[in-house]
């Protein structure tokens, strides 16, 4: 390309970039229908340009204009970061419903963009949320100047429950349903736990009744597939670290996982997982008992084991 040429390229840019400036100063004020017809299918042609400087700007301009036709300002939401960002930090040409409907369509750098609005929508909030990445599921939570939702909460603690930075994130907020903090209760930080029980007035009882519960769900999944084995070394492991209770066996084998309770009475008389496994499934009450006893069971939980065993 001669330097000619470059000087022309250059020239057409520049007259494209002052005719963007001149567009959204005209689309600002008050025109005929016709007019604002034809200036605005100028925009569109300019919102297509093979210049990125063009684009950016017609952004930035436009992005203060309240009306614009939505086919033009969606291809501006959906260009490059540096177009689509500025644009999408300040418009008001979209309704909520609009722009939740865009939001699935756009790229995580928008998502963002707009998470950080301090006048986000509920709906656009929803969207983003349910399409969104951890990261910008962080932002959301960490925007003070909205407020989320239930159906909103629901979805942040469906889909990020495991990742606790941003369920620490939501812990908080200072707005939360309680059905939102009783189901993060077991997903934060220790501190994060303390901080929503002191907040919301949480009684201690039930919030660690909540955690215990969330415990026997987690612990289901490990060991809802495993092998008797690989339940004899996990129920070893809660052993030795005092946290195997007649609740946890009685949960976890009323699931169905015998083998939870074979190794537990296993570990408390002494006895082979063969031996237990014999006297448990013999019919022979008397034996039973002898078991219980010998692992020092009280007669309510031995009960409960023998309903379990007999699938009561």
Not at 275 to 292: C, I, N, P, Q, S
Request: net charge negative.
């Amino acid at each position: 390309m001669s330097l000619n040429t470059v000087d022309i390229v250059n020239a057409a840019t520049l007259e494209k970039v002052v005719l963007a400036k001149r567009i959204s100063a005209f689309l600002r004020d008050e025109h005929s229908e016709e007019e604002r017809a034809t200036v605005e299918n100028v925009a569109r042609m300019l919102a297509q340009d093979i210049a990125l400087q063009v684009r950016e700007t017609l952004a930035f301009e436009l992005r203060t204009c309240n009306a614009l036709p939505y086919d033009l300002a969606a291809k501006l939401a959906s260009d490059v970061e540096s177009v689509a960002c500025p644009f999408l930090a300040s418009t008001l040409a979209f309704t909520d419903m609009q722009l939740a409907g865009l939001v699935p369509h756009l790229e995580e750098y928008a998502h963002i963009t707009l998470a950080r609005r301090p006048d986000l929508g509920p709906q656009t909030c929803q969207a983003i949320v349910t399409v969104g990445s951890d990261k910008t599921a962080t932002y959301v939570v960490r925007n003070d100047h909205i407020t989320l939702s239930d159906q909103t909460c629901d979805i942040l603690v469906k889909k990020h429950a495991e990742n606790q930075g941003v369920m620490d994130h939501l812990s908080r907020r200072t707005d939360l349903p309680l059905s939102t903090v009783e189901m993060i209760m077991h997903k934060v930080s220790a501190e994060c736990r303390a901080a929503l029980v002191e907040h919301y007035s949480i009684d201690r009882s039930v919030a660690e009744e909540v955690t215990g519960n969330s415990m026997f769900e987690a612990m289901w999944r490990q060991l809802e597939k495993a092998s008797p084995t690989q339940v004899h070394a996990y129920v070893i492991d809660l052993k030795r670290s005092g946290r195997l209770t007649h609740d946890l066996v009685k949960d976890i084998a009323g699931r169905g996982c015998l083998a939870f309770l074979e190794s537990m009475l296993a570990l408390e008389t002494g006895l082979t997982l063969g031996a237990v496994r014999e006297v448990l499934y013999a019919g022979d009450t008397k034996a039973f008992v002898g078991l219980m006893q010998k692992a020092k069971i009280n007669k309510s939980a031995a009960q409960d084991y023998h309903r379990i065993v007999n699938g009561q």
